[in-house]
């Protein structure tokens, strides 16, 4: 089964008062000159699909200034089936997020997340490079995310596993200034590890496939060179227990949990090099894309189902050879929208293939497809 949007409504969402956009499968392309709303679209892809945005954590900024709530909603295509399932966001600051799935309230926000919208996407943002070049906190952001959209079980133990170290934290800050004696302490290692471990067996289940992907992708993209993903462990799956009571005193010093999945990383090698390090800006950006679409790959060997592809000016920086090998890859994709300030970066054969959609101080102002726009065609009606 693969699912794709096949139309998107925007109400009070960022720079949009009110606009439908229709998607087509395959390559779509979002035209616009700066500031415009080509990101902002982007983004309300994916909160309409995920229920959260990628770029803040802070539902409120979503929200069109001086309206009092924001709503997505998207009609999601079945290949096998002409049913189609009707799914929304809605948000007004202060109330609960309501997240509906042909209307009816979606069971949570991981389940939703997780599947329960009908389609998965991947997203690519320009500042994602981040995960290649920033902190391990990026990095397990990222593994996190990806083990999130295939397990809401996953989402969960994440969120009360970083919930259990912080209060370890704090009990850790009590043992120390003597409120609290060190017999409490094992209580609490019991229900962290048992949260930790379910991560771990998360991540260490996964690091394998993705590797595998991320070396095929990154060959494609940069060349023969060797990449390699090596994760590092503060303490592996067999010793975790051990390890974390083993540094009780120096984490009673400390007031701070210093062994578990929340201190992990992976490194992001190419011939041997850390990028994290020693990379350049340019192979940083192409290691990034791998990974996202070493991403894709794992989603669709795990469910069967292609994730929708959502990038943002991934054209600009890349010279004409892996221009075009994005153009094939998004082409042969169940859906990609990807954003443009510039429709030259694709040839014209590849603009005759897709849907392009042309965008204007926070509205679509022309789609066009293959090489007839609609605006023609219903020109050519009235006639
Ligand atoms: N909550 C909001 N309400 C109204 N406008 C917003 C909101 N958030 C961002 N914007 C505006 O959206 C515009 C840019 O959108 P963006 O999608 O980033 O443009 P681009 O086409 O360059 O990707 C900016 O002018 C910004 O001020
Ligand atoms: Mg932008």
Known sequence: MTSYLRALRLVNFRNYPDDTVLL?????????????????????????????????????????????????????????????????????????????????????????????????????????????????????????????????????????????VQQRNQLLRRIR????????????????????????????????????????????????????????????????AETLRGAHSSDIDRGTTSVGPHRDDFEVLLGGVNLTTFGSQGQQRLATLALKFAARDHIRGETGEDPILLFDDVMSE?????RDFLSG?????????????????FDAEVLGRARVIRISGGAVVDTTSGSVSARELSSQKKA
């Open 177 to 240: 200034d003597g409120f609290s004696s060190e017999r409490t302490l094992w209580t609490w290692d019991r229900k962290v590890i048992e949260l930790g471990e379910e991560v771990l067996r998360g991540r260490q289940a996964a690091i394998g496939p993705l590797e595998h992907y991320f070396e095929s992708s990154l060959r494609a993209l940069y060349g023969s060179e060797k990449a390699a993903i090596r994760y590092s462990y503060s303490a592996t799956l067999d010793g975790y």
């Open 318 to 322: 890349l010279d004409e050879r892996r």
């Open 24 to 164: 087509g499968p395959g390559l779509n392309v979002v035209v616009g000159d700066n500031a415009q709303g080509k990101t902002n679209l982007l983004e309300a892809i994916s909160f309409a699909v995920t229920g959260s945005s990628t770029r803040t954590a802070n539902d409120a900024e979503v929200v069109r200034w001086k309206q009092d709530f924001a709503r997505v909603e998207a009609r999601v295509s079945f290949d096998d089936s002409s049913d189609e399932r009707k799914v929304a966001v809605g948000y007004a600051p202060g109330q609960k997020k309501r997240l509906t799935v042909d209307g009816a309230s979606a069971a949570s926000l991981a389940n939703y997340s997780a599947g329960g919208a009908g389609v998965r996407a991947v997203t690519f943002f320009p500042d994602d490079i981040r995960i290649v070049k920033g902190s391990p906190s990026d990095r397990r952001e990222f593994l996190d995310g990806l083990l999130s959209t295939l397990k809401p079980s996953y989402a969960r133990a994440v969120s009360e596993y970083a919930k259990a």
């Open 329 to 345: 890859y998004f082409l042969e994709s169940t859906q990609a929208v990807i954003t443009t300030t510039n429709l030259e970066y």
